[in-house]
């Protein structure tokens, strides 16, 4: 028919359009070349044995992976022989910051994130047609993958239907977001979705999602990037990926080559065995520390050494998890043939786990510990003995904050009486012993300072990894036999990364024992770990508000910043599953597991913690008996299928999404109202105020939190104007698609504290020109209307936490044109210029404090039209006199570019629209 040649004739241009390109763009080094014959089929890959097979033995594993990347994408354009150069003499390059070219095998998104890269996606196909170009050049040019999992909450617990009734209100509750984000997927190419109740991102890429070794054309190691900071995870697969903004992700996503600075390696060495009653949370904490310690923001850490053979892929994952808790970009393990087994563990294609290992091996990316393997360099090195790791937990603010589980009493009460900061409330003697009575369900129980409020086994770094996850079920069951119980006011929950925990829960029969204690399955997500922990009984909350104790949450999380779990839990400790179970059953942080008993038995006999623990060979004996790759074919089976209540969700057609003014969830994002074809001038900041002056360790979840709304907050007005409930408010995250509500909720956490009001705590700062105390919104509102820039005036590691780009749209969006910080978490550093915000760094042992700056200043920075220099060196004035240089935190030429352009976005949108 006429339609068919049609359609044959596109096809057969499109090939002559590849083939013409190709020739254009012929890569230099294609003599590298080389073929792979597994199981009778033929794979091309570009050999890095062949590149220079003496020089890549030397380097680290993880750097061997950017080096493919360079060779198979060399054009002389967007990466040249000059680029791979530098990455081959990666030892001297390392140290100069050198910048490289690096292109991701795919991009991973979560819905928070997801959803507002989508909204931008849309916004662009929308300013393309507006500049005259094609709205369809907007598309994902390589595999995008998103998993719903951030939406769903606590909303019941302790029931056992608590997973279905919860389910059904992210359902209701979400609608128009996913009805959204399904028009995404049926629009865009390259774009899967998996629905809400499948499991965590993170968790799904690990045991579902992760390639390894993609093979089309040409094979080529699997690498990622993804708009959650916990991306990492699936290093220990093996698997190169870490965090990055929404808005690097989206230029990703694009077809855009990324840059990066060429990164340090630290090798990581490993030897022995854990301890029995040692798990592989205990292990992270540890690692977290360590590393914290040796301040490895920006770098790659790499695990090597006899110890590693002794750590399940499981364990290994938890450890790769917390990457952004120690600071580093990623922390790999190389594939080894423990990985294969974990690959057929999860159900992974035998023929695929083939090509993967006899790839690896040709491409001297296979580890095989042998004696005579050669080790890679790195540019310093770490040791831990595993044997030498404690059974500990984290907090009470922060994750690197490691405290043996032996010493957590006394540690808990130096808190308590310790100065505020991160290891003090700063109580008085008489707040200490301070108590509260709580009557609840006709029983009469004391509050204290230390008593837990929640415990909630959560996370993907520990909800993956069936050996804890065993053991919280065996510390469940051991109680039940000797008749403790878990006081019925603290919201427990459990709330898996995957359906395969409750299958081998089930099959098991510890989940008996779970729902028993109140761990009933409350859904498949995030949920507690990322704020979405629901309201605590209301008879809790109304004693709590009333006493202000400093009571506590236990999670087997990896965040645990102030305001994030919960806004009343003012402690919040990170534990192993098990020790989530054991401090709900002793209601309280302030124990001494080993002098105290956690219970008592029906005849008043005391329990102790080891009475109940169960050993390493009774967790063992459990895992292998049950866990098998028939459950993950069942669990993941169903995920191509889709949820019933997915499916039946009908959605808009058509390419352009057609936006509804009335929508308080998804909303035209402004970003690109004004943008013309060529870009503009960037002016010179002239007497801005500062918006907000803070101290060290402000994190994303301060600048702009995921959770609660707060009813008396500017986001919360501008939902009540429009006809809002207040309990159809959602979170922020949910909200993250409409920009009304995330620049009101930007620096709207209630413990954020704020210099310019004397560290008082909460959504407030000072209106400097009236010297007014009002929301960060209602200042930012008065500076804009006047015309009047803003600055932020910040710590050490300004912007650490989640790879949250909102944390730079919000004060983009509030008129804040530049930070002036004393030192950047890495992903946040990047977003700022993302959005045309520019980061200065005062000179080293300078600061707000020894300049003697109070905020209340007024700023001018010379920009010389947006024409700066790498790390250039700029004068900041002020009007009382004071005079500085502070450092421009551009660290790359492409980074220059996408702040010129006024963030990387309109950068992509310009670039797109002259690409023919």
């Given amino acids: 028919t006429q339609s068919t040649w049609g359609i044959f004739i596109i096809k057969l241009l499109k090939k002559i359009v590849i083939i013409v390109l190709m020739e254009v763009k012929q890569n230099p080094f294609a003599h590298t070349l080389k073929t792979l014959n597994v199981d009778g089929k033929e794979h091309r890959y570009y050999s890095l044995t062949d590149l220079d097979a003496e020089r890549v033995a030397r380097l680290p594993y993880s750097i061997r992976v950017l080096l493919e990347s360079a060779l198979r994408n060399c054009d002389e354009f967007n990466v040249t022989k000059q680029d791979v150069e530098k990455i081959l003499d990666w030892k001297t390059n390392s140290l100069k910051q050198i910048e490289i070219p690096f292109k991701p095998a795919r991009v991973l998104l979560q819905d928070f994130t997801g959803v507002p890269c989508v909204v931008d996606l849309a916004g662009m196909r929308d300013a393309m047609k507006t500049l005259g170009g094609d709205p369809n050049k907007i598309n994902p040019q390589c595999p995008v993958d998103l998993v719903i999992d951030h939406s769903v909450q606590v909303d019941f617990s302790r029931v056992k239907d608590a997973r279905e009734r919860n389910e059904q209100i992210e359902f209701e509750r979400n609608y128009e977001r996913f009805q959204f984000l399904k028009w995404g997927q049926k629009t865009f190419d390259n774009f899967l979705i998996v629905p809400p109740g499948s499991g965590i991102v993170h968790q799904v890429n690990l045991e579902f999602l992760a390639r390894v070794v993609f093979d089309g054309e040409i094979a080529y190691p699997d690498s990622v990037v993804g708009t959650d900071s916990h991306t990492p995870m699936v290093n220990g697969l093996g698997v190169v990926g870490w965090g990055v903004g929404g808005i690097e992700a989206e230029s990703a996503m694009l077809g855009q080559v990324m840059s990066m600075v060429l990164p340090e390696v630290v090798g990581f060495r490993l030897t022995g065995e854990l301890q029995s009653t040692v798990t592989a949370t205990d292990l992270v904490l540890t690692v977290t520390q360590i590393l914290r310690n040796k301040k490895v923001v920006g770098k790659f850490v790499e695990f090597f050494g006899p110890g590693v053979q002794n750590l399940t892929i499981s364990d290994r994952a938890t450890v790769s998890n917390m990457t952004p808790e120690y600071g580093a970009t990623i922390g790999f393990f190389p594939v080894d043939k423990i990985t294969l087994e974990y690959l057929q563990t999860t159900n992974r294609d035998p023929a695929r786990i083939r090509l993967i290992e006899q790839y690896l091996r040709a491409q001297n990316l296979f580890r095989t510990y042998a004696n005579d393997e050669q080790e890679p360099e790195f540019t310093t090195l770490v040791e831990l003995d595993l044997s030498t790791v404690v059974p500990c937990v984290a907090g009470p603010k922060r994750p690197q904050d490691r405290v043996p589980l032996t010493q957590m009493k006394e540690d808990w009460q130096s808190c308590i009486h310790n100065p505020v900061g991160f290891k003090g409330y700063g109580l008085t003697e008489e707040q200490r012993t301070k108590s509260a009575i709580l009557n609840y369900q006709g029983h009469q129980y004391t509050l204290r300072q230390g008593s837990v409020v929640i ?322 919104f209602d200042a930012a509102s008065r500076y804009l209307e006047n015309n009047q820039p803003t600055i932020i005036l910040a710590g050490r590691e300004y912007g650490s936490g989640s790879s949250r780009d909102w944390a730079a749209k919000g004060p983009y969006l509030l008129g804040v044109k530049a930070v002036i910080a004393e030192s950047y978490e890495r992903i946040h550093r990047s977003n700022l210029v993302g959005m045309g915000i520019l980061p200065l760094q005062y000179q080293e042992g300078e600061s707000a404090q020894t300049l003697g700056l109070t905020g209340k200043e007024q700023f001018s920075i010379s920009l010389n039209n947006g024409d700066l220099k790498v790390h250039q060196n700029l004068e900041v004035r002020t009007n009382t006199g004071i005079t500085f240089t502070a450092v421009v935190r551009i660290d790359t030429a492409v980074e220059l570019a996408y702040y010129q352009n006024g963030g990387i976005l309109n950068y992509v949108l310009r670039v797109l629209l002259e690409q023919k």
């Fill in 455 to 776: 415990a909630a086994i959560t996370s993907c770094t520990n909800t993956s990894n069936p050996s804890v996850m065993i053991a919280a079920g065996l510390v469940c069951k051991n109680a039940i036999s000797k008749g403790l119980n878990v006081a019925p006011y603290i919201k427990t929950s459990l709330s898996p990364g995957s359906g395969v925990v409750t299958q081998y829960f089930a099959e098991s029969g510890l989940q008996q024992y779970c729902d028993e204690l109140g761990f009933s399955v409350a859904g498949f997500g995030c949920m507690t770990c990322i704020g979405n922990s629901g309201d605590l009984y209301e008879e809790v909350t109304e004693v709590l508000t009333k006493e202000d104790l400093v009571v506590s949450a236990v999670l087997s999380g990896n965040r645990n910043f102030e305001g994030r779990v919960h806004p009343l839990t003012r402690a919040n400790y990170l534990a192993s599953p098990p020790l989530v179970v054991a401090y709900a059953l002793a209601g309280t942080v302030d124990i001494d597991f080993e002098k105290e008993p956690i219970g008592r038995d029906a005849t008043g006999n005391e329990i102790f913690l080891k009475d109940i623990w169960p050993s390493r060979a009774e967790i063992n004996a459990v895992v292998n008996e049950i866990v098998n790759a028939k459950m993950y074919k069942e669990v993941y089976d169903k995920i191509a299928i889709g949820t019933e209540r997915w499916n039946k969700m009908e959605v808009p057609t058509g390419s352009l999404y057609e936006w509804s003014e009335a929508s308080t969830y998804i909303q035209d994002p402004p970003f690109f109202k004004n943008i013309q074809k060529q870009r503009a001038a960037i002016p010179d900041i002239n007497n801005a105020y500062c918006l907000g002056y803070f101290a060290d360790f402000i994190t994303t979840d301060h600048i702009s939190p995921a959770g609660k709304i707060s009813k008396n907050s500017p986001a919360a007005k501008f939902l009540l104007d429009r006809g809002v409930d207040v309990r159809d408010f959602n979170s922020y995250g949910a909200r993250r698609g409409n920009f009304q509500i995330m620049a009101r909720g930007t620096f709207a956490n209630n413990r954020i504290k704020n210099i310019l009001l004397n560290n008082k705590e909460g959504p407030y700062t000072l209106h400097v020109p009236t010297n007014e105390e009002v929301f960060f």
